[in-house]
């Protein structure tokens, strides 16, 4: 059967004709629009609940350390979240505990300076190709031809926020902030003392800002960009909040809850092209060969994966593995796109079985 996504008050005659012609027409919110192979709530709701059964007392990986405040975040939390693209909700778990977001930013900054810029001049300064190497990797900036690699390593992350205007970098930070907040479809704020923690042991990143500004792709200041970028990584969202930043992306780049568009939709196929590919960082092949889901990951436990013109699951569980990468988070993702079938390099997620 065929099926139609319409915005209401369009053509009531027309609707008629099609039911007359034996067409089903599936009205969706403004501004929202849904896959007609989506899987039903109720389809969702469970595989969310057999997975949350399954995995909540998996105690793989270990929280990240190198940021002190997130060595204190209870390892135990453990929230699953899925937001469909007409705005329906699912979940289980510690949904509304607040965690740093951390390189999970990269990618609404990395749309923001798609908005402004245009994606051509952000991929001439930046890149987009998979490193293979830790997040944090100083041999692959000297390493590799672009220096900066892509926007979800560190390096490249540091140059995406220094392409974003602004007059000085408090305008910057603030504009950053009000984008994601756009996104996630309420006030998002700064986790005080995740900022700190990690603003007071960043050397790296500060050493990685040098190295830019030696290959000269960094294009504002290079310790103003640092700050501003961790700013952006300390910002407090909840699963929910990152489940509806992750809708966003899977509805063309309008909020499926508050219907502002956040993001051009013509931007949207290249960010999810960088998460596919540069995602979970050295743990993106893999996860590419496994899932086959765009997803994003942060050392603060999140991850978010993203299924175009269907949803996105956003989980929260702190403890991660050697890359990087919230271990629940990416078997519970795994599972739940398995039983879905929404793979996208699987014709299942087409609706052909
Ligand atoms: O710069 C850092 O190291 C952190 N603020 C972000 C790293 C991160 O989240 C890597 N993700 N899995």
Redesign the pocket.
Known sequence: MKTINMKHNAALALVALLMCAGTRVVFTQTGTQRSPVAPSRDQVQSVINQAYEKFKSDTGGKNAD??PALAQVDSKLYGVVAITTDGQMVSDGDIDSPFSI???SKVFSLALAMEELGPDQVFAKVGSEPTGRP??SVEAVADMPTHTGNPFV?AG?IATVSLIQAPSADAKWQKILDFYSKAAGEKLTLLQDVYKS?AET?T??RALAALLLKYERIYADPLESVDV??KQ?SVGVTAKQLAVMGATLANDGVNPITHERVIKKENVPEILAAMTMEG??DGSGGWAWHVGLPAK????GGIVAVVPGKGAIAVFAPP?DE???SVKAQKTIAYVADQLGINLFSPRSVGLK
């Open positions: 190198y940021i951390q390189s999970i997040f944090n560190n992350a990690e960043n790296g990143n970028y961790t990584c979970l960082y990951s942060g050392v603060g991660l890359a990087g990468n």
